[in-house]
C-alpha cells in the first residue's frame, strides 16, 4: 500500500490537503516555495491591528470545516452573521450580494425584458466561447452589456476575453432589473427561475452552513495555528523552496528541489494553481500566459467604532468608482481598540499603468467619501484617525479564452498516471467549494489506497 505524498502548495488548499490526509494516516509533506503558509491568507499587522490582504471571512462553510478550524484556533473563533449589501448608480440594496440594476431607466429595463423572453425559445450553446457569450445566451445583448460593463470594471478585463467558466468566480450568476413582486411572478416559469433574481422572505440561517473568523491574530492567526498543528500532527513542512524538476510515473514522484535537496513520494498532490502545474510538469507556460490577474490597491482606514454601520461588506458594481468592495473587518473580526477605533478594508481594482496604482495616496480622500456614500460608514462619519495602503499586483485570477482547452489535455495526461498526480478540481474557487473538493478527493484517495 502506497502511503507517502507530497502537497505542493501552502495556500488553504494545501493545509486543509495536508491536513485531511495526515487525518487518514498518510505520510505526509507539504512544500510552499513562500516563507510561509497560508498564501493571499497570511495577513499583516498595521498599528494595533492584523489586517488582511483585502476582505477574508469564512463564509458559508460546512460544519466540519468549521469544526477544523475550531480546533486550529483552540475554540478562539468569533461567529460571523452575514449582513451585506450590493450598490449600483449609488443605491444601496440590503441583503443582495449580486447587482441590482433596478436603477436603470424603463425603457432598458423593457429592451432587457424583450430580449429575455426571446431567449426563452433560444437554446444556450453546450460550450460557449466566452463568458460574454453565457451572458447573452441567458439574458440578451442588453442585460450582457449591462454584466459585461460591471465585470471589467471590477476585474479589469473584458467578459468576451475571459473563459465562460469564470462565472462561478463572480456574483453574475442571476439578473436582477424588476421590482421583486414582478420577478417573482416571472420566476414562476421554470427556464427565468434559474435566470433571474429577486428578494424573499429571510428564510434565517442555514442549518448545514456556517460563518465565522479567527479569534485571535485574524487570518494571520489561523495561518500560524495551521501551521503548528500540521507540525504537531507530524506532517513535514519544507517552506521557502520548491520543485525545480519533476519526474512523474505511475510508481510516483522524484523531484529535485531549488535548495538543491530531492525528494520522493509514492503520490503528489497539486494545491496549487493549475498553470503552475503545467510550467513545472510540462515546461508549458501557456496558461501562465493565459490567466488574466486583477491589480488591487487596498485601503485601511482607522475609524471610531461608533461610525461604523451594520454591514459586514459591501459590492459596488458601478463603473467609474473607485471602490469595489469595502468591509468593517474590524468589526467582525472584533478588533477595537481601549479608545473605540477600529479599521475597515477597501478593495479598489485598478490597472497597473493608472493613476490609482501610480499615486494611490492621491486618491484617499475619494475612496473615503465612496465608502461613506455607499454607506458602510454614517453619513455623519469625520474625517479617518489613519490609513494605510497596499498595493496587490494579483488578486482574482481569471483564465483567458483558450485555457481550457490545453487544461483538458493535461487533465487527460493526468488521468493516465493512475492515481500517482492528484489534482482536487482547480474550478473551485470559495473556500466551502475547496474544502468539499479536497474532502471527496481524499476520501477517493483513501478508497483507492486502503
Not at 498564501?39 to 477544523?68: A, C, Q, T
Not at 462561478?168 to 420566476?187: C, G, S
Not at 503528489?268 to 501562465?288: I, M, N
Not at 467609474?320 to 468593517?328: E, S
Request: hydrophobic content about 40%; charged content about 20%; overall charge negative.
Amino acid at each position: 500500500m502506497s502511503r507517502s505524498v507530497l502537497v505542493v502548495g501552502g495556500g488553504f488548499k494545501g493545509m486543509i490537503s495536508a491536513y485531511l490526509l495526515r487525518e487518514q494516516g498518510f505520510e505526509v509533506t507539504l512544500l510552499e516555495k513562500a516563507p510561509f503558509l497560508g498564501g493571499i491568507m497570511h495577513s499583516r499587522s498595521w498599528k494595533d491591528y492584523i489586517v488582511d490582504n483585502g476582505v477574508h471571512l469564512f463564509d458559508s462553510i460546512p460544519k466540519p470545516l468549521g469544526e477544523i478550524i475550531s480546533k486550529v484556533m483552540d475554540g478562539k473563533v468569533f461567529n460571523v452573521d452575514f449582513n451585506y449589501a450590493s450598490a449600483y448608480q449609488k443605491i444601496t440594496t440590503p441583503g443582495l450580494a449580486i447587482p441590482d440594476f433596478t436603477a436603470i431607466d424603463d425603457e432598458k429595463k423593457k429592451q432587457i425584458l424583450f430580449e429575455l423572453a426571446q431567449q426563452l425559445t433560444h437554446t444556450p450553446s453546450a460550450t460557449p466561447a466566452s463568458l460574454y457569450q453565457h451572458f447573452q445566451e441567458r439574458y440578451g445583448n442588453s442585460a450582457a452589456n449591462l454584466m459585461n460593463e460591471s465585470f471589467s470594471f471590477i476585474y479589469r478585463i473584458s467578459a468576451d476575453a475571459v473563459e465562460p467558466n469564470c462565472i462561478n468566480q463572480t456574483a453574475f450568476h442571476r439578473l436582477k432589473f424588476l421590482p421583486d413582486d414582478v420577478a417573482i411572478e416571472l420566476k414562476k416559469h421554470p427556464v427565468l427561475d434559474d435566470r433571474l433574481a429577486a428578494m424573499r422572505v429571510n428564510l434565517g440561517k442555514v442549518d448545514d452552513l456556517i460563518s465565522m473568523y479567527p479569534g485571535e491574530r485574524g487570518m494571520l492567526g489561523f495561518c500560524e495555528r495551521m501551521t503548528l498543528a500540521l507540525s504537531e500532527m507530524g506532517v513535514n513542512i519544507l517552506t521557502g523552496t520548491a520543485i525545480e524538476t519533476m519526474d512523474l510515473s505511475r510508481d510516483g514522484v522524484i523531484c529535485t528541489l531549488t535548495n538543491g535537496d530531492s525528494l520522493k513520494a509514492d503520490h503528489l498532490w497539486w494545491a496549487g494553481l493549475f498553470s503552475q502545474l503545467a510550467q513545472t510538469w510540462k515546461g508549458d507556460g501557456r496558461l501562465e500566459e493565459l490567466l488574466h490577474g486583477t491589480p488591487m490597491v487596498l485601503y485601511y482606514f482607522e475609524v471610531k467604532q461608533q461610525f461604523v454601520q451594520d454591514y459586514t461588506y459591501f459590492h459596488q458594481f458601478s463603473a467609474g468608482q473607485r471602490v469595489f468592495r469595502p468591509a468593517a473587518a474590524g468589526s467582525y473580526g472584533q478588533q477595537v481598540t481601549s479608545d473605540g477605533a477600529t479599521f475597515i478594508t477597501v478593495e479598489c481594482p485598478c490597472e497597473k499603468d493608472g493613476d490609482l496604482w501610480a499615486s494611490p495616496e492621491s486618491f484617499v480622500e475619494e475612496v473615503w467619501r465612496e465608502c461613506i456614500d455607499m454607506g458602510i460608514l454614517a453619513p455623519n462619519t469625520p474625517n479617518f484617525l489613519d490609513f494605510h495602503f497596499v498595493k496587490a499586483p494579483v488578486t482574482h485570477r481569471y483564465a483567458k479564452c483558450g485555457y481550457e482547452a490545453i487544461a483538458q489535455k493535461i487533465e487527460g495526461e493526468i488521468e493516465a498516471l493512475s492515481g500517482s498526480l492528484i489534482v482536487p478540481s482547480r474550478n473551485a474557487f470559495t473556500r466551502r467549494e475547496i474544502f468539499l473538493t479536497v474532502e471527496e478527493s481524499v476520501r477517493e484517495f483513501v478508497e483507492g489506497n486502503g
